[in-house]
């Protein structure tokens, strides 16, 4: 148990038997009546964002989530299997926690796997990935006006728009967050 008053953005909470982030917070102490704190908190799970206002120094439940540095290893059916590189343990995320992450992971790639009592809440990717494109068609002649795009298929089997001058087998930096195009590796 914590106060609010112990409250900083990463804290996760347990409210109500979910999980939320604190994204953002204010101590507030008004003119007249008692201070209150204002935050913004994210549902680890769904994503959802919402605004709660707490009276100053009421107890709040913390939870314990463990960050863990891991490598990912390969897909096993649904699950993805990662290895934490301390202890060797492997532990087993479903796809729907993984998301559109999947996407992006290659074999060996370090992400950060968020842990609470054993149950893996979500999967920290790095910003950018260097993925090889399998295949393009090539780009027309006439096209350039614009600065088009065209669609590419990378190595993990992942959709991404790509300039036009783009061919196949060239290796690419890819935003893991929205899988928009960033440059040409050489």
């Known amino acids: 148990m914590a106060t609010t008053n112990d409250l900083k953005n990463g804290t996760v909470l347990n409210l109500d038997g979910q999980l939320w982030t604190v994204t953002d917070f204010?101590?507030?102490?008004?003119?007249?009546?008692?201070?209150?704190?204002r935050t913004t908190l994210k549902n680890v799970l769904s994503g959802k964002v919402v605004d709660r206002t707490f009276n100053a120094g009421t107890k709040v439940e913390t939870a314990n989530v463990d960050k863990r540095s891991m490598t990912y290893l390969y897909a096993d059916g649904t699950d993805y299997v990662f290895m934490d590189g301390d202890t060797y343990d492997q532990i087993y995320v479903p796809a729907t926690t993984l998301g559109d992450g999947a996407n992006y992971l290659l074999e060996n790639t370090e992400v950060t796997v968020a842990v609470h009592d054993g149950t893996p809440l979500y999967v920290e990717l790095p910003v950018t990935m260097e993925l090889v494109v399998q295949h393009t068609d090539p780009g027309l002649q006439g096209d350039r006006s614009t600065g088009g795009t065209k669609p590419a298929t990378l190595e993990t089997g992942a959709e991404i728009q790509v300039p036009l001058f783009v061919t196949t087998g060239e290796k690419l930096k890819v935003d893991t967050r929205d899988g928009r195009y960033l440059g040409r590796v050489s």
């Open 26 to 37: 204010q101590h507030v102490k008004p003119g007249k009546g008692g201070a209150f704190v």
